[in-house]
């Protein structure tokens, strides 16, 4: 039998010889078994998680005792909050959370230029990291969009999309095409690759068989055989060794890309994997072209994510060290309708007028998210 609120009461139906010293731990037996009794230190708050595990057959009883979660305002309608979400052990987010109209939302940074969150937006009540970037060129990698203009191209996964209000995640959907000596040519890009492909992150380009020009400035410098690693600043075209017009494009001439977005939006910035639609975890980032067993979503550090309530209410969130995926079902334990996980581990940061909150240390970033206040301070 389990009381799973202070104090904290576990009965077994089993006699163990000892158990360990812990503060707040008392146990004795009867008749029924031993009883465990668990009282956390005054000022703090408890938690008992207790769970079966096989060979050989054993109880594990986890006792917690962490800080009590809290709430400070910062302006109307926006709060700095500090809670657990049990997945089932309690997880620490950290998290401004909004109110439906109390907030705007903005990206904010410059492509290829690293700085401190603050330094991006000095006025802003709150930040938090954005998308992802190449750290050697701080070349942003993936769909970012301001006030409709585009300032990084689709890699192909979830991005954070809006027009100035509620906010929503999804897989952009774009034609591409290329415009050379008066002609419109359709490509695909990296995250669909075509017949003809551009590539605009730092990188490997092309594939064995293909030929690649190199643009800078809309003029194209130079042709390569494929695969080319592609610097900070240029892009690529790949195409079939040989195969017209391409192939006929002399150094020095004018070729232009052009991307629309289907439907257009007023803002955008791509990160992912998505963890949470329509109430419920959709944490399957091999959709995304991410790779389930990459490092980059399974070792245990801080992640940063926003969410969103079916309302239209806003959290912009760092969570201790976890997974995404177990960030998802945290998320979605809340009641988060919705939630995508931004750029993460020593990118993941929270600020809150200016000061750092949650965690420690951060690093400079290429964007992120501002946040102010719509209805004053």
Known sequence: RVRDRPPFVLTLPLYPE???????????????????RYIPA????????AFA??????????????????????????????????????????????????????????????????????RALALLNGG??????GTPVGLWVVDGVTRSYPYGRSALVWDGGRVDAVIPRFSAWVELSGRRIPVGLAATPARYTVYTAPGEAGRPGEEVLVVEGNRVVARRA?????????WALAYPRGALPFAAVPLGAELRLRVRLSPPVRYALEAGPLLVARGRVAYRPERERFDRNALLLTKVTYQAAV????????????????????????????????????????????WAKGKLVYPERAREV???????SALGQ
Do not use: C
Request: proline share 10%.
């Open 53 to 122: 595990l096989g060979n050989p057959p054993r109880l594990v009883v986890d006792l917690y005792a962490r800080e009590p979660e809290w709430t400070r305002a910062l302006a109307p309608g926006i709060r700095l909050r500090m809670r657990y979400a049990r997945v089932p052990y309690p997880l620490k987010l950290v998290m401004v959370e909004a109110d439906p109209g109390a907030y705007r939302l903005v990206p904010v940074g410059e492509p290829g230029r690293r700085r401190k969150l603050p330094e991006l937006a000095p």
């Open 42 to 49: 005054k000022g703090r708050l408890g938690f008992l998680h």
């Open 307 to 350: 969410a969103w309530t079916r309302e239209g209410g806003l959290w912009l969130l760092v969570s201790e060290k976890t997974t995404p995926g177990v960030l998802a079902r945290a998320l979605a334990g809340l009641g988060a309708w919705g939630a995508i996980r931004m750029d993460s581990g020593g990118s993941a940061q929270l």
């Open 18 to 36: 000892r158990f360990p010293e812990l503060p707040g731990l008392a146990w004795r037996t009867g008749p029924e078994g031993t009883t465990l």
């Open 366 to 372: 290429v964007n992120g998210l501002a946040l102010y």
């Open 132 to 137: 992802y970037f190449d750290p050697r060129t």
């Open 226 to 234: 494929a695969p080319y690693r592609l610097a900070a600043g240029r």
